[in-house]
């Protein structure tokens, strides 16, 4: 029984990963400018991280996990306040805002 049950779960990964791929959103900013926004890669970076493979996952678009981590941090914090919770996502999100900036300018100037 357990078996089946993950076999259909496993099928059904496949599935919605292979759908996924197959309906990404185009950027805007990149189909009326030809240049990469900020944000460009992330789709990708996330698929390849649902298959398990973090190496291409961070080549694809590096703030790929902190931003995963930013967002489940927001939903905790929303669900279950703490004290002082405004100066840490305050925190989070100017050091995660910055690893985004440096990692855009890297690949725009370096790469």
């Known amino acids: 029984m357990l ?9 059904s990964l496949i599935n919605f990963i292979d759908w996924l791929q197959n309906h990404l959103l185009p950027c805007p900013f990149k189909a009326l400018t030809g240049i990469d926004c900020p944000g460009c890669g992330f789709q ?3 698929i390849a991280l649902f298959q398990g493979d973090f190496n291409k996952s961070w080549f694809l678009y590096p703030p790929t996990v902190p931003l995963l981590i930013l ?3 927001a939903g905790l914090f929303y669900k279950f306040p703490i004290k002082n919770q405004a100066i840490v996502f305050k925190v989070l999100v100017i ?6 900036v440096f ?3 890297y690949k725009m100037f370096i790469l």
């Open 3 to 11: 078996s089946i049950i993950l076999s259909y779960f496993f099928c």
């Open 103 to 105: 990692a855009y300018l």
């Open 95 to 100: 050091t995660i805002g910055n690893f985004v």
């Open 44 to 46: 990708r970076s996330l």
């Open 71 to 73: 967002f489940i941090t």
